[in-house]
């Protein structure tokens, strides 16, 4: 029904930048959200970054101002442009969609994220 594939991550060195996307295939409602979770080896699942359909944003504390997610909607595409980059950003960033107001939430794949110090 509906697929989520993330790209771009990589091996960057701390201070750097990276984007990574998110494109969304199926059956995607007008009203939803799309963003970013991430989670470390021994660590939960945590929000990084998310957006609405209509550009309302929201982001986790530790990344504000350094990383700036944005969408595409005729693409179904969201990014997450990443910079300054520090090694506790190394985790799999992992995509996500809620619809409206349905009660299911998709996931994509995972794309894993590495910053050396």
């Known amino acids: 029904q509906v697929q989520l594939v993330e790209s771009g991550g990589g091996l960057v060195q701390a201070g750097g930048s990276l984007r990574i996307s998110c494109v969304a295939s199926g059956s995607i409602f007008s009203i939803n959200t799309m963003g970013w979770y991430r989670q470390a080896p021994g660590k939960q699942r945590e929000l990084v970054a998310a957006i609405t359909n209509d550009g309302s944003t929201n982001y986790a504390d530790s990344v504000k101002g350094r990383l700036t997610i944005s969408r595409d909607n005729a693409k179904n595409t969201v990014y997450l442009q990443m910079n300054s980059l520090k090694p506790e950003d190394t985790a799999v960033y992992y995509c996500?969609?809620?619809?409206?107001?349905?009660?299911?939430?998709?996931w994509g794949q995972g794309t894993q994220v590495t910053v050396s110090s």
């Open positions: 996500k969609l809620s619809q409206g107001w349905a009660p299911y939430v998709y």
